[in-house]
């Protein structure tokens, strides 16, 4: 049973960084793609950034560009996202998602796997 752990959320002030880790467990399969997404209170999940491993392609929303950055150390079976100058905005429960299958945008409607999130939240 793969299983996903997202740890490195918290609370920082304006400005501030976060990073955040996925731990990856169970895998018998290599995962192309892998994502971090998040959600605020009353407002739908969304896809935060995107990483393909095979074609080395990173895919962010327009919001967290220059800010944000997704990594993976396949020997750790771990993903990342290193957040810098966080803004009130990005506060939200963040979640890191993992799919078997392959497309070069890493694009899916729905992901196969999830972890249960953490909590990031960013006061002005």
């Known amino acids: 049973q793969v299983q996903l752990v997202e740890s490195g959320g918290g609370s920082v002030q304006a400005g501030g960084s976060l990073r955040l880790s996925c731990a990856a467990s169970?895998?018998?399969?290599?995962?192309?793609?892998m994502g971090w997404f998040r959600q605020a209170p009353g407002n739908e999940r969304e896809a935060v950034a995107r990483?393909?491993?095979?074609?080395?392609?990173?895919y962010y929303t327009d919001s967290v560009k220059d800010r944000f950055t997704i990594s993976q150390d396949n020997a750790k079976a771990t993903l990342y996202l290193q957040m810098d100058n966080l803004k009130p905005e990005d506060t939200g429960l963040y979640y890191c998602?993992?799919?078997?299958?392959?497309?070069?945008?890493?694009?899916?409607?729905?992901?196969?796997?999830w972890g249960q999130g953490t909590q990031v939240t960013v006061s002005s």
């Open positions: 990483i393909n491993s095979r074609i080395s392609a990173e």
């Open positions: 169970g895998y018998t399969w290599r995962s192309d793609c």
């Open positions: 998602a993992a799919d078997p299958r392959s497309r070069d945008g890493c694009d899916f409607d729905s992901w196969s796997f």
